[in-house]
């Protein structure tokens, strides 16, 4: 858990992230439930992130193609 923001009504974003005993790791936002970044491993076993997204809220608030989006 660790602070990703706050909109502009002051309202605090929160990151979550969980990671699993293979080392995969997912970081969702309190903002809707945005997945902010799936790291996972590639056939040779490196982790990296594969969602498109920012790692601010900033980017999120300022408008974008839906990203991290789960509904």
């Not at 790291?39 to 992130?49: I, L, R």
Request: with cysteine; aromatic share 12%; proline share 6%.
């Amino acid at each position: 858990e660790e602070p990703f923001g706050k909109l502009p009504d002051g309202t605090k974003i929160t990151a979550y992230t969980l990671v699993n005993k293979a080392g995969s790791r997912a970081k969702i936002l309190t903002y809707g439930g945005i997945v902010a970044e799936l790291s996972v491993p590639d056939k040779d076993g490196k982790f990296a992130d594969v969602v498109l997204g920012f790692d601010t809220l900033d980017g999120y608030l300022a408008g974008h193609p839906y990203f991290g989006c789960i509904t």
